[in-house]
């Protein structure tokens, strides 16, 4: 585990800690040309038609629908083509720079301490991308346009990347130990030793987060998960600083690069929390049960907030689940007045405005479960809890520019669809947006899901110009009657069963305006179907894909 001394060098005086550290920086010079090639991959997809490669799932249709075990556990999604070419050039290039240039026809010794310092380094220089990815506040997020789902889908692998450098890392020393005491010996030696016994520690978390990550337990566990997870990374970088300080190797100075991300994320996260929901009366929150295992839960927030269609916030529920949070998509943002005092003036009303934020929340297991029983167990359905909002992210993507927007929603995924549909029919009436067709298609298992949104889709329903503009079609595919089967007129219509996706899309863009935007939020069946449908017709039309995904 420790580098080698200043005597081992070459006779060219080239030495191996010396090509340690130039395949390092190598490697972060790599992550900051991939960076702006994704920057230049962005402005060139904006400019051309040919986007199959960013609409392929890695085989024929399967991308965001689980492996599904049971209810509670799956397995994980696939990653789409360009993520998994991502994926595998990175990682081919950490394994090309693990074994390059080692010695190991000409002495296995040396070419175990190589391999050792070599696996060690870069194993540090990745914690660097590794936590740059897992940060809610991630600034390359809005700067590069890709969605915290796809960082997180990063973040998992490069963790993977990282564990697998820590094992070859450990394994090589203990290889080269016991070439000359034999296994038993070598391995007791890490615990007569602070710097060995340090390293072991580091490299025992890795090997935990590696299994204790998996998509399998964090589904079924998840609560735990989030808590043992952050206790197994402090474990790992504690252990890995006392192991590279005491020793006072360079390695060290991408190790303290670390600690300052992962600090300033947290941070930011705190002052967002603090910001929103405390003073000036603090936040109120009002949980409905709804039909369906659902809830309606509507936050008013202490400071107003500046809402944007497709934007997210996590709920801190201290009653419910202590110190959890879970992200949900804002479906509804209102101003509401605080009419405690009489206002005298004009800024005073606008001084006692508040942001109402309102979520759609379907019972699951964990918190939404607790918080849906709670909630229905009082005689009015109704629960007044405390709730922390920390947020907003997302809202990167707008709609505004696409002539035809088609919005697919499924289930609870109508929360994302709600905020762009009142976005586009209030912007046609003011002439802001360059929309003139909007097309939301909803796919519900029972007409009493309706209630979930009901009072929002009123509103949106009453707005200027909406029939002009707004089509609403509604598929039920669990009916329990063809009574239950009503269109309340030609602009919002219900059906039974489930749509044929790839028939509906063909049929609007025969009569398409301007650009099509297609939108998806719902189950992963629903998003690949919707996904496979935009690649058979992105040569009939100009036509665009965004989905909507939150993996965990």
């Not at 939404?368 to 709670?374: A, D, E, F």
């Amino acid at each position: 585990m420790a580098g080698d001394l200043p005597g081992e060098g070459q006779a060219t005086g080239w030495t191996p800690d010396m090509e340690n550290h130039s395949l390092a920086n190598y490697l972060l010079y790599i992550t900051a040309v991939g960076s702006a090639l994704v920057i230049i991959w962005r402005l060139t997809m904006a400019i051309t038609t040919y986007r199959h490669i960013l609409y392929a799932p890695l085989f024929r249709k399967r991308h965001n629908r689980e492996f599904q075990i049971s209810s509670a556990i799956n397995v994980g999604t696939l990653p789409s083509r360009l993520q998994f070419l991502l994926l595998l050039g990175y990682f081919a290039t950490n394994v090309a720079f693990t074994v390059v240039h080692i010695p190991f026809a000409e002495s296995a010794s040396d070419g175990l301490k190589q391999v050792r310092n070599r696996s060690g380094t870069l194993a540090t220089v990745n914690m660097i991308p590794l936590f740059i990815l897992a940060g809610r506040n991630n600034p390359l997020i809005p700067l590069l346009g890709i969605s915290f789902d796809t960082m997180n889908l990063l973040h998992r692998w490069v963790g993977r990347i990282v564990a697998l450098e820590a094992v070859v890392h450990t394994l090589a020393f203990y290889a080269n130990s016991a070439l000359k005491q034999g296994w038993g010996p070598a391995f007791l030696a890490t615990f007569s030793s602070q710097f060995l016994l340090y390293g072991f520690i580091a490299t025992a978390a890795f090997v935990v987060i590696l299994f204790q990550a998996a998509s399998i337990s964090r589904h079924a566990f998840y609560e735990v998960f989030k808590i043992v997870h952050i206790l197994l990374a402090v474990a790992a970088v504690v252990g890995l600083w006392y192991h590279l300080n005491i020793k006072g190797v360079d390695q060290l100075k991408w190790l303290v690069a670390v600690i300052p991300l992962w600090l300033g994320d947290r941070l930011a996260r705190f002052a967002r929390i603090i910001y929103h929901n405390i003073g000036k009366g603090g936040t109120k929150t009002l949980v409905e049960a709804l039909p369906g295992n659902a809830v309606r839960v509507t936050v008013t927030m202490a400071r107003p907030w500046n809402f944007r269609p497709g934007q997210h916030a996590y709920l801190y529920m201290p009653t419910i689940s202590f110190w959890q949070s879970h992200p949900f998509s804002l479906a509804w943002s209102g101003e509401d007045e605080n009419v405690d005092k009489l206002a005298m003036n004009r800024q005073d009303i606008l001084a006692m405005r508040k942001t109402s934020m309102s979520f759609v929340i379907r019972a699951r297991t964990g918190m939404t479960s607790t918080l849906y029983h709670r909630a229905a167990a009082n005689p009015d359905g109704r629960l007044v809890t405390r709730c922390l909002v920390e947020g907003p992210y997302g809202g990167e993507h707008t709609m505004d520019s696409y002539g035809t927007v088609m919005l697919f929603a499924g289930g609870v995924g109508i929360t994302h669809a709600v905020p762009h549909v009142r976005h586009l029919v209030a912007g046609f009436a003011n002439g802001t947006v360059a929309t003139r067709k909007v097309i939301l298609v909803w796919i519900i298992q029972s007409p009493e899901h309706l209630e979930w949104i009901r009072p929002w889709m009123t509103q949106i329903l009453a707005m200027d110009r909406r029939r002009e503009i707004l089509r609403i079609m509604l598929f039920v595919s669990r009916p329990r009657s063809t009574k239950e089967i009503h269109s309340p007129s030609s602009t919002v219509q219900m059906f039974p069963g489930r749509p044929n996706i790839d028939t509906l899309m063909g049929m609007e863009m025969e009569q398409q305006v301007g650009m099509m935007g297609v939108s998806v939020c719902g189950p992963g069946a629903l998003s690949d179907e919707v996904r496979l449908a935009v690649r058979r017709k992105q040569y009939e039309g100009a036509i665009d894909f965004i989905e909507e995904a939150f993996s965990w």
